[in-house]
């Protein structure tokens, strides 16, 4: 039978709406079968990147908030709604509504940071009966949702996966949001992002029709990635049949390695095309003001194929216009294969501790996505293995500086504030020979406007809690390696539960205690809170013993790393290799009987010295000149 009901069921509505239009006030359902969050760092800092990217194409402060309805729009494709019961169930779309929920809850807490009016909680929660729910609801996510609204410590050891990547996305926006979204431009952003960014609805009345629309959408046809087109378009212009198979079969050969490195990156082939293009020949960016154009960097990052296409005289394969086909097979089977043999023990070295490569790890665990392109750009093909490892080593040495002291001056690292600066270094070194590169890369560095004295009043907040975790942990490897020991860096930085590591207080959170050197509540939480105050200990620790006097805490110290293990006398007793270590470094440890506010000065002393030793630029020449052990 058919009637108005089977006939709305076939019914399909399309309409554009504004991010704003799709969730504010609204509730959607997600099928049980479909809950699973998967966004990973590399998926939301893309987000982040193109959302910024094109508001400051148009933003100027001075700007009046209404110029913000003229701003350049920004498309963020289509979700497709199965609409059924009353209820609005996502079918296609609730990777990027739950990542912009997160998003838009941190603009509010910012908001609310910077005492302006909140004008997206309506877009991510609503309110019935006194009861409040979340508009993307899935009753997995409910708990988590709210410790992360209500701003509550969160054990991640037994949740879920999903909740895991909520909770990590989550954590990871304030990395990855540029600086010069401050309190000034916030406004403007949430203003743009909430009804300039457009999304398709697609509505459908059934389940049945809903998947025929998402699968005509995704399977159909197949369209061609940006790496299919680019393979299409070089092999095309191959004219020896048997040249053209050898280097087609290359293509594949290179592809399949790096897909088994990240089999679950959908995008393995195209951030390596990215890089490699870029160190070798991107010489122009986009300027970040309105109005600008796409540069060369820009473009590779998002359509090089057609890049590639269109410069290809600039990259070699071909002469005033007229291809050459032997540059063509070169270019796969010479010039790709050269970059993507490097680029793949690169991929390795930012998985797992290398010897000689050391750096590359530690730069990694910073989500320093740029650092492939950076390598790259120092390599050259007729290098031998030696001249490029030399070559890599002093390169991530300086990412490894450059990044640390950005951190303890509380700088972002994310994607787009080390942009201009990576495509900038890139051009410096690109070609150049190591005495070069190490020439150009401590002229950075003595140009860099942030210095290691930034630990000198390092200290603990909301933002630096994941920067001091991974420096402390290099600081206490530094004392590991350099007393004899086995690197345990890997260890110290990997999320594993309980057993985990994490940010310790030396002083408990007992002010009472206090009374005789701070006068304020406050002042003794600001103090207790600098860079020397803190350790990394096991989470267990933490658990046991974080609450309890300093004099019961040191007894239990010395069953740890070196680092909190110094606290102790018996450290400097029958250990040879860490005395040996200290003199040798003149470094001031010293075991501590009590832990008052002099004792914290003479820690963050301690800690600034360990830095100077780690991060000093003249690591650069110590690798010229054959220095092995880097840390």
């Known amino acids: 039978m058919s009637g108005p009901d089977s006939i709305q069921r076939k019914n399909i509505d399309g309409k554009g709406k504004t991010l ?7 509730k959607f359902y997600i099928d049980y079968y479909q809950r699973e969050y998967k966004w990973q760092t590399k998926q939301l800092e893309e987000l982040i990147s193109d959302l910024t990217d094109v508001f400051f194409r148009s933003y100027e402060p001075g700007h009046e908030r209404r110029a913000v309805a003229g701003y350049d729009r920004y498309f963020l494709g289509s979700i497709i709604v199965s609409q059924k019961d009353g209820r609005d169930y996502i079918i296609d779309g609730q990777q990027r509504l739950t990542t912009l929920t997160l998003l838009l809850l941190f603009l509010m807490k910012r908001q609310h940071a910077a005492k302006q009016q909140n004008s997206v909680g309506e877009m991510i929660y609503s309110e019935e009966y006194g009861e409040k729910s979340f508009n993307v609801d899935v009753p997995e996510r409910r708990a988590i949702m709210q410790a992360l609204f209500d701003g509550t410590d969160i054990d991640d050891e037994d949740l879920p996966e999903s909740s895991r990547n909520i909770v990590a996305r989550y954590n990871e926006i304030d990395e990855l949001c540029p600086e010069e979204i ?6 403007y952003f949430v203003d743009w992002l909430t009804k300039n960014v457009h999304l398709v609805e697609i509505t459908a009345y059934s389940d049945d029709v809903a998947y025929t629309i998402f699968e005509t959408m995704n399977d159909r046809g197949l369209s061609l990635s940006p790496t299919d087109m680019l393979k299409g378009y070089l092999l095309a212009n191959i004219t020896d049949s048997r040249a053209r198979d050898a280097a087609s079969a290359e293509w594949k050969r290179m592809l399949a390695e790096m897909r088994a490195l990240a089999p679950d990156n959908q995008e393995y082939d195209s951030d390596f095309f990215k890089a490699w293009l870029r160190s070798q020949h991107a010489d122009s960016i986009r300027e970040r003001k309105k109005n600008s154009r796409p540069e060369a960097w820009d473009r590779i990052g998002t359509e090089f194929h057609r890049w590639v296409r269109e410069e290809a005289d600039r990259v070699g394969l071909s002469k005033n216009g007229q291809p050459q086909s032997p540059a063509y097979r070169d270019f796969i089977t010479a010039e790709m294969a050269f970059y993507s043999k490097w680029y793949m023990i690169i991929r390795r070295a930012e998985l797992q501790l290398t010897p000689g490569l050391e750096n590359i790890f530690h730069n990694a665990t910073h989500q320093f996505t740029h650092q492939p392109t950076l390598l790259l750009a120092a390599l050259s093909r007729s290098d031998s293995d030696d001249v490029i ?3 890599m080593r002093l390169v991530a040495k300086y990412a490894d500086i450059y990044l640390s002291r950005r951190l303890c001056n509380f700088r972002n690292c994310d994607y787009n504030s080390l942009q201009y600066n990576v495509f900038t270094v890139v051009r410096d070194i690109r070609g150049g020979n190591p005495k070069e590169i190490a020439a150009a890369l401590r002229k950075r560095l003595e140009e860099q406007p ?3 004295a930034g630990f000198d009043a390092f200290y603990l907040n909301q933002w630096s809690h994941k920067p001091i975790k991974r420096l402390l942990a290099r600081m206490a490897d530094y004392i590991d390696v350099s007393s004899g020991n086995q690197s345990r860096y890997a260890e110290y930085i990997t999320l594993r539960g309980n057993k985990g590591f994490e940010v310790e207080h030396i002083w408990p959170n007992h002010p009472e205690d ?3 050197e701070f006068a304020h509540k406050s002042d003794f939480e600001d103090y207790r809170n600098r860079f020397g105050g803190l350790l990394l200990l096991p989470k267990s620790f933490n658990a046991s013993y974080g609450d309890t006097p300093y004099a019961d805490k040191v007894e239990h110290y010395f069953g740890q790393n070196a680092l909190a293990k110094s606290l102790h006398p018996r450290a400097y ?15 001031p440890f010293r075991a501590h009987g009590q832990f008052k506010k002099a004792d914290l000065d003479a820690r963050q002393a301690l800690y600034r010295r360990i830095a100077d030793r780690i991060w000093d630029v003249a690591w650069l020449d110590r690798i010229l000149t054959g220095e092995q052990s880097v840390r």
């Open 20 to 26: 704003r239009e799709i969730l504010f006030g609204r």
């Open 182 to 187: 401050d309190d000034a431009a916030l406004p």
């Open 389 to 391: 490892r030399l070559k």
């Open 450 to 452: 942030e210095k290691l």
């Open 514 to 516: 206090f009374r005789e």
């Open 573 to 587: 007793e029958h250990n040879p290799g860490f005395v040996r270590f200290v003199k040798d470094q003149d470094l």
